[in-house]
């Protein structure tokens, strides 16, 4: 059974840090994903970095200021935000597929929350 569970999530001030962390168990996938959803707005696209190469991608907002990794011993894929600013504010997902960068995203966490205050 393929299960992806995020932790890290929280409150945090404007300028801080959080790192997220994405956990997989049932199997291994070519590519994952970090994605969010602020409140009244449809889910959007964050990072994504294929397991095999380490290839990445970014969107251009958070290009400089947030970091994918991933841990191939550990299973584990990671996501470092710093300078956070208070648009940042949503519910992180992590996701995995078997294509490219771009997805398709098969499977999907439970989510976890990030909030930035001004």
């Known amino acids: 059974q393929v299960q992806l569970v995020e932790s890290g999530g929280g409150l945090v001030q404007a300028g801080g840090s959080l790192r997220l962390s994405c956990a997989a168990s049932?199997?291994?996938?070519?590519?994952y994903g970090w994605f969010r959803r602020a409140p009244e707005k449809e889910r959007e696209f964050v990072a994504a970095?294929?397991?095999?190469?380490?290839?990445?991608s970014y969107k251009y907002s958070v290009k400089g200021r947030f970091t994918i990794s991933r841990d191939n011993a550990k299973n584990t894929v990671y996501l470092q935000m710093n300078s956070l600013k208070p648009e940042d504010t949503a519910v992180y997902y992590c996701?995995?597929?078997?294509?490219?960068?771009?997805?398709?995203?098969?499977?999907w966490g439970q989510g976890t929350q990030v909030t930035v205050s001004s």
């Open positions: 996701a995995a597929g078997s294509g490219s960068l771009g997805g398709p995203y098969n499977y």
């Open positions: 049932g199997r291994t996938f070519s590519t």
């Open positions: 970095i294929t397991w095999s190469g380490g290839n990445t």
